[in-house]
């Protein structure tokens, strides 16, 4: 079985996009340089030449108009930006302008488009570069919001969301960028649309995405110690949001623990929350949790790290508050995370 | 022998930043100061030429690399090596980081790292200092890539537009990370392109301090008479990697020949030759005052080190003043 870093994922994607399509050109500060967006644009500029995988002037918000444009006439753009926080900076044309188009001209016209936003977390970065804003992109209906977790979904879904018709914004977190798995070396889509049961289960539902996830199942080995059987939902989609395969697993465990990096009122977990309050209500036999950022931003000091970032503890207490059982110490969990929230792992010496 | 001063000043100024980035980039690997660092070095002709020509009470608002701009215009180092370190001494108590400066006893707004944001920021502060009469000049540090970024017009239109007292300084370093200008820009001139918008613009040499100062000085002293705005644009060169403690010509984006050229024309080593050559610097007190600001930096980083990081119940604080302050102000 072929394994691969979701970095090389990510970049094999890309170079099968401009493999298949002439369409299809990459743009992004940093997109040839020697880092490479983190090697995910690695070696593509040498292949398919400067016209198509390109450095880009320090103009977010302009050349995502640029992209848009080109996009309508034939193009098929793929825009990434070393930060998600720097896409803030586009929201004009991303809102305003990529999200309405279709709706606008009657579906006359669409915006195949791909923004590809890296997920900063520690070491730091502050609360300029280390943003979880996908209930923000999501909230704007015409935009579709995906978040993959594996090295095989970060593939799949690349592609699929380059061959979609309408804009995309694909959300990778850094840290997930140094994990790999299995990926085939074929051409393949993912869905843009479907959640994933990652992990069956019948006693409780845990939904997330992203590295969420990775920890969403860390959570639940833990549980499996105290014989509560989770099941994990891998969301990969956040916009649409596939409410169907929620409730589906909700039927079976009748308990709902959402986790999601952003902050925690009007995000993604209140969203899925209240989605179930109301189609799932009678199904529910305990009410519905979620572990989320706080209602604030995280400072760069590494003391406040552990504090401000939910984590595998935090999602086990969670789990077992709903089953009134006593929580755990984090130290119990024996679990294999670094001492410090503000590194993915011990042998991170910084800075991103 | 006021003149005299005032260059052994400006070349201290100099100093103490190379010192200060130096023992930053010494100590980096000890994994201690937990956030990003965009050092100066190379770049410090400029922030102690510009700084010299400001007051303590005018405004100055900066970039991710914000080291040299912060120490030049009188910010606290204490402060700024506790905030890298992440402790509750530092200029912001942990908040920002390297990325974040703040120094209000010497008019240092704010430092951000989002490419061209503080540049309307600044200049709102030269309007409000305009429409309250108060004397201020504001002064914005920003690279070459902030040219490229649509509120660089907007912010030159309204400055001009309203004369206001503000002077936008370009630091031309060549590289926006690791993106050369010339895939960034096309070969034009940003001294005209400023000028279009009817503001002083010239184009001055990074390595030569006193040219620096005597550019900014005239527009200061133009900006403080209601003469309005002025743009400069200064060529210089970051020596060390975009952020880090680290040298990186070897990755391949620039050449060892072109960094090599570059660190010839080291700012820092230029003036001392010319102060020790004039007789204004003498190799003792060159000394002495590397002695003196060894032991300054030694201290504020010991100091740093055994602070306390920000205690837990400041965790979710300062998301908003109180209102009662607000009603206070308005």
């Known amino acids: ?352 | 022998m006021t003149l005299i001063s005032d260059k052994l000043a400006r070349f201290t100024t100099m100093l103490r930043i190379r010192m200060v980035e130096e023992m930053i980039a010494a100590r980096y690997d000890e994994q201690e100061m937990r956030c990003p660092v965009h050092l100066s070095i190379g770049q410090e002709a400029i922030a102690a030429g510009v700084c010299a020509a400001f007051t303590r009470s005018d405004y100055l608002f900066s970039t991710h690399r914000s080291h040299a701009h912060y120490l030049a215009k009188g910010g606290d180092l204490p402060g700024l090596i506790a905030e890298i370190y992440g402790r509750n001494t530092g200029c912001v108590r942990g908040r920002g980081g390297s990325m974040h400066l703040c120094d209000l006893d010497v008019g240092i707004l704010a430092t951000m790292p989002i490419v061209g944001s503080t540049l309307p920021i600044a200049t709102g502060a030269a309007f409000g200092s305009k429409l309250l009469g108060d004397q201020r000049v504001t002064v914005v540090f920003f690279g070459d890539g902030t040219t490229e970024e649509g509120v660089f017009s907007e912010s030159l239109n309204f400055a001009a537009l309203q004369q206001l007292p503000i002077v936008f300084i370009c630091e031309n370093n060549l590289y926006s990370v690791y993106s050369p200008l010339e895939v960034r820009q096309p070969a034009r001139d940003r001294v005209a392109l400023a000028a279009a918008h009817g503001i002083t613009a010239a184009l001055g040499d990074g390595d030569d301090v006193e040219a620096i100062f005597s550019l900014t000085e005239n527009a200061v002293a133009r900006a403080r008479n209601g003469g309005g705005p002025s743009f400069l644009e200064f060529a210089t060169y970051r020596w060390r990697e975009h952020c880090g403690p680290h040298y990186d010509n070897d990755i391949g984006y620039r050449s060892e020949a072109e960094f090599l050229a570059w660190q010839q024309r080291d700012p820092l080593a230029r003036t001392e030759r010319e102060l020790l050559a004039s007789g204004e610097l003498c190799a003792a007190t060159l000394s002495d005052i590397k002695a003196s600001l060894q032991d300054e930096i030694e201290t504020a980083f010991t100091a740093a080190r055994e602070a306390p990081f920000p205690d837990e119940s400041t965790l979710f604080t300062d998301l908003f003043v109180p209102t009662e302050l607000c009603v206070q102000a308005a």
Do not use: C
Request: net charge neutral; aromatic share 8%; hydrophobic share 45%.
């Open chain 1, 1 to 352: 079985m072929r394994t691969l870093l979701y970095t090389e994922a990510i970049r094999e994607a890309l170079d099968l996009a401009m493999a298949a399509d002439q369409r299809v050109y990459v743009m992004g500060l940093g997109v040839p340089d020697p880092k490479a967006i983190f090697g995910t644009t690695a070696g593509l500029q040498a292949k398919y030449g400067p016209q198509r995988v390109f450095d880009m002037p320090v103009a977010e918000n302009g050349m995502t108009g640029v992209a848009i444009g080109s996009a309508l006439a034939g193009m098929r753009p793929v825009m990434v930006h070393q930060r998600v926080d720097f896409a803030l900076l586009a929201l004009d044309q991303i809102a305003n302008s990529a999200a309405k188009w279709s709706f606008l001209f009657a579906g006359k016209q669409s915006v195949p488009l791909v923004i590809r936003l890296l997920i900063g977390r520690g070491w730091g970065q502050g609360p300029q570069h280390s943003q979880s804003l996908q209930a923000t992109f999501a909230h704007f209906p015409g935009l579709k919001v995906v978040m993959p977790t594996s090295p095989y979904d970060a593939k799949g879904m690349l592609l699929a969301a380059i061959a979609d018709p309408n804009p995309v914004v694909f959300l990778e977190h850094r840290w997930l960028h140094s994990t790999f798995g299995h990926v085939p070396p074929e051409h393949y889509h993912a869905p843009l649309s479907q959640a994933l049961v990652s992990r069956p289960g019948s006693d409780i539902t845990l939904v997330a995405s992203s590295l969420a996830h990775i920890e969403a199942l860390q959570a639940a080995n833990i549980l499996a110690q105290h014989n509560i059987s989770a099941e994990v939902l891998d969301l990969r989609s956040i916009q649409p949001l596939d409410r169907e395969t929620i409730h589906a697993s909700l039927k079976k465990t009748k308990r709902l623990l959402v986790v999601d990096h952003g902050w925690k009122s009007f995000g993604v977990a209140g969203e899925i929350i209240a989605s179930m309050s109301e189609i799932a209500f009678t199904d529910l036999i305990s009410a519905p949790q979620r572990v989320t950022a706080p209602d604030h931003y995280p400072a760069t000091t590494p003391a406040h790290a552990n504090l401000y970032y939910p984590g595998v503890a935090e999602i086990v207490n969670a789990a077992l508050h709903m089953f009134k059982r006593t929580p755990m110490s984090e130290s119990d969990m024996q679990l294999t995370i670094p001492l410090h929230r503000d590194v993915p792992d011990k042998n991170f010496r910084g800075p991103f």
